[in-house]
Structure formats: structure tokens, C-alpha cells
């Protein structure tokens, strides 16, 4: 049983350029929720989904952002237009039907540099 | 404010008890958490502990919580090697929010 997936696990961007980071939930999790930490800072939530749709977005920057769950494949986080301030590490977790914290399983993350 | 603070650095010796502190601001924060990161890895769940308890434990790892200061520690007995890593403390808020500390790094002398 595959734990969540990220990919890429480390993503180079130009100022300016598009960036989007997948995730692939645990097998039969239909939650998923972005988190981004920012060096030597605590993670901070973004956003929470489930299947094609947006629970809570009160995390995320209103600006560049956005997130998707789509019926069928990953979730992605794009970001349009990056700053070097969006350089971090972004982390999704999954969780099952219910969503309660203590089940939320993260991925090992993708650590975004914009050049 | 809603911050959760920890120290960034602990260093303990092999088979020494390390300890790590917490101080969290939401005193109707139901739940407390902590993660463990290793390098290139993702957050594992370590324990947690509810706020109508003062102390948990689990084999090596015990969990104080002092709700009047909003004081939480974590207590890693007879210290490993294989315990180096990054030690996450988080609150919760709402039913699926956590509100995180910066994390603190684990070194372990031999």
C-alpha cells in the first residue's frame, strides 16, 4: 500500500515561470490538503479538497494559486507568475472519508527554488 | 497570535533522554500533536495527546501537557541514532486544521 506520492520532489523555477506540484493520496483516501513550509517556519495550512471539490481554501494566497482534485488523477497546486517568495517546501496529506487530523498522512513534499 | 513555538535545536548524547518543549496559544485546542521528519522524508504522525490528559506514554516516548501554561513536551527515553530528525508540534483547530510549530532538530552525539 503506496503511502502519498509527490512529485517532483524538487522543482527549479525562473521568475515568472508556472509551477505545478502533484499528489496522489493513499489508496481509498478521498482528502487531501496542502500545506507549505517555509524555511525555519512551522508548515502552514493552504488548502483542503476532496474530490472535485474545495472545502476550504482560506490558506491560500487569493493571487497565482490555485488547487484541484479532479475525479480521476492527482491533486495539483499551481502557482502562475513565482517569486523567489514562493520558494518552500509544499506538503500534501491525504486522509479518508471524515477527514479527522490524527489520520492525515503526509507526503515527503516538493521543495520549490525559484531562480 | 497563533503561534506554536519550539526551540530549532536540541542536542543530546546516546542513551541520554531528550526532551523537547512546546508552548501553544489556544487554550480550546482539543488536541495536540507531534510529527517526526527525517531528511527527505514526510511528516509521521508520532503521537498525540487530548487536552483533557496531562500525560501520555508509549514505549520510549512520553507527552506532558501542562494546559494552564499551554506547555507541551515530548520525552524520547534511552536516545537513538535512528532517533535524529526533525520534531513537529502541532494544535488543532476546527476538525482538520493544525497549526504548526517550526520544528525542532533532533542531534544526537555519539
Known amino acids: 500500500n503506496a503511502g502519498v506520492m509527490q512529485n517532483p520532489r524538487h522543482l527549479v523555477r525562473r521568475r515568472g515561470q508556472e509551477a505545478r506540484l502533484r499528489c496522489s493520496p493513499m489508496?481509498?483516501?478521498?482528502?487531501v490538503y496542502w500545506y507549505r513550509q517555509l524555511p525555519e517556519e512551522g508548515l502552514k495550512f493552504m488548502v483542503y479538497?476532496?474530490?472535485?471539490?474545495?472545502?476550504?481554501e482560506s490558506g491560500m494566497p487569493k493571487e497565482r494559486f490555485s488547487a484541484e482534485f479532479p475525479k480521476e488523477g492527482p491533486s495539483i497546486l499551481r502557482i502562475q507568475q513565482v517569486v523567489r517568495g514562493d520558494s518552500a517546501a509544499y506538503f500534501c496529506?491525504?486522509?479518508?472519508?471524515?477527514?479527522?487530523?490524527?489520520?492525515?498522512?503526509f507526503g515527503p513534499g516538493t521543495r520549490l527554488l525559484v531562480l | 497570535g497563533e503561534d506554536v513555538e519550539q526551540s530549532l535545536f536540541l542536542s543530546v548524547r546516546e542513551g541520554d533522554s531528550s526532551v523537547i518543549n512546546c508552548t501553544y496559544t489556544d487554550s480550546s485546542s482539543t488536541y495536540l500533536y507531534w510529527y517526526k521528519q527525517e531528511p527527505g522524508a514526510g511528516l509521521q504522525l508520532l503521537t498525540y495527546i487530548f487536552s483533557n490528559m496531562d500525560m501520555k506514554q508509549d514505549q520510549r516516548l512520553t507527552v506532558l501537557l501542562n494546559k494552564k501554561d499551554k506547555h507541551l513536551s515530548l520525552r524520547i527515553a534511552d536516545t537513538q541514532t535512528g532517533d535524529s530528525a526533525i520534531y513537529f508540534c502541532a494544535e488543532g483547530r476546527s476538525n482538520y486544521q493544525l497549526i504548526w510549530g517550526a520544528g525542532t532538530k533532533l542531534i544526537i552525539k555519539p
Open positions: 479538497l476532496q474530490k472535485e471539490n474545495i472545502i476550504d
Open positions: 496529506a491525504s486522509s479518508p472519508p471524515g477527514g479527522a487530523r490524527e489520520t492525515q498522512y
Open positions: 489508496k481509498g483516501h478521498s482528502h
